[in-house]
Nanobody
Framework: QVQLVESGGGLVQAGGSLRVSCAAS????????MGWFRQAPGKEREFVAG????????RYGDSVKGRFTISRDNGKNTLYLQMSSLKPEDTAVYHC???????????????????WGQGTQVTVSS
């Protein structure tokens, strides 16, 4: 099992940038794809971005393509999400998640992620 702790959320104006991080402990993340999901009040959890075990492949949700960048530092056991050109509709709680071990692809559904962080709030003002 792995413990995930997100940080870096906050309040930002529309058009601004923000980077959120996810620090992992308990086991190495090199056996897992990693992902970012977000959930706004009254809405379902939405896939934002995912990255494979080595960091060589990424996937993005349609609503964030070209604006967000996911990366990982396996040496630091840390996952990042760089967000740019933020919009009010990006407001949500952002969760990082570790994929079930030995899944080679980058899952986009929450059911294929086995460990979750508590989340960090990102609020984009208009």
């Amino acid at each position: 099992q792995v413990q995930l702790v997100e940080s870096g959320g906050g309040l930002v104006q529309a058009g601004g940038s923000l980077r959120v991080s996810c620090a992992a402990s308990g086991r190495t993340l090199t056996s897992s794809a990693m992902g970012w999901f977000r959930q706004a009040p009254g809405k379902e959890r939405e896939f934002v971005a995912g990255i494979n075990r080595t960091g060589g492949s990424t996937r993005y949700g349609d609503s964030v393509k070209g604006r967000f960048t996911i990366s990982r530092d396996n040496g630091k056991n840390t996952l990042y999400l760089q967000m740019s050109s933020l919009k009010p509709e990006d407001t949500a709680v952002y969760h990082c998640a570790a994929g079930q071990p030995n899944i080679v692809d980058i899952p986009t559904t929450p059911q294929l992620y086995s460990d979750w962080g508590q989340g960090t709030q990102v609020t984009v003002s208009s």
